[in-house]
T-cell receptor, first 113, second 114 residues
């Protein structure tokens, strides 16, 4: 079945540091891939997505590229801010489109000034 | 901006009480979901629906039940709450047409059973 594996946290970075959160997936065909962010006390918000191989999703300075050859969708940001402190979830939606999202276990990011 | 609403946001109830968590969306989405999020952050799908009068159980066994009588409404009910039900419950909806299969989440309902 479909699955998502993302790096375990917590991740602690200083402000302006470079961020990478690794995400790899297992699925047949070409699933849609997503990164969601959850700020403290809130629900999940879509951060970015990519629906086909080599697509790059980007939003708020975050980027992730859909790599079919490595089955990866790593999240990156060149310079993190304290306001980026949150939990980040990588997710996958199967090719049929008729299946619920499969989430990774989440990675907690703390950015310190 | 997603239009999906959950009530209550926070609730503390006693063991054995019946509770219904409300979820409504104004986007006309056919698909709706309930996820349970444990303190370790992991999300578990407990129920989903692909339209009116359609409900399915998710990956995680749950003692809760759901109903889908109207497209916009997907309430979750616990008939007899227990401390093990203490968790955050997240409602979501999606429409695959023209949105890349994006799922939109409500802000969550924090339930504490004492």
């Amino acid at each position: 079945g479909n699955s998502v594996t993302q790096m375990e946290g917590p991740v602690t970075l200083s402000e302006e540091a470079f961020l990478t959160i690794n995400c790899t997936y297992t699925a047949t065909g070409y699933p849609s891939l997503f990164w969601y962010v959850q700020y403290p006390g809130e629900g999940l918000q879509l951060l970015l997505k990519a629906t086909k191989a080599d697509d790059k999703g980007s939003n708020k300075g975050f980027e992730a590229t859909y790599r079919k050859e490595t089955t990866s969708f790593h999240l990156e940001k060149g310079s993190v801010q304290v306001s980026d402190s949150a939990v980040y979830f990588c997710a996958l939606r199967g090719v049929s489109g008729n299946t619920p999202l499969v989430f990774g276990k989440g990675t907690r990011l703390s950015v310190i000034a | 901006e997603a239009d999906i609403y959950q009530t209550p946001r926070y609730l503390v109830i006693g063991t054995g009480k019946k509770i219904t968590l409300e979820c409504s969306q104004t986007m006309g989405h056919d698909k709706m979901y309930w996820y349970q999020q444990d303190p370790g952050m992991e999300l578990h799908l407990i129920h989903y629906s692909y339209g009116v009068n359609s409900t399915e159980k998710g990956d995680l066994s749950s003692e809760s039940t759901v109903s889908r009588i109207r497209t916009e409404h997907f309430p979750l009910t616990l008939e007899s709450a227990r401390p093990s039900h203490t968790s955050q419950y997240l409602c979501a909806s999606s429409d695959p047409t023209g949105t890349g299969n994006t799922i939109y989440f409500g802000e969550g309902s924090w339930l504490t059973v004492v």
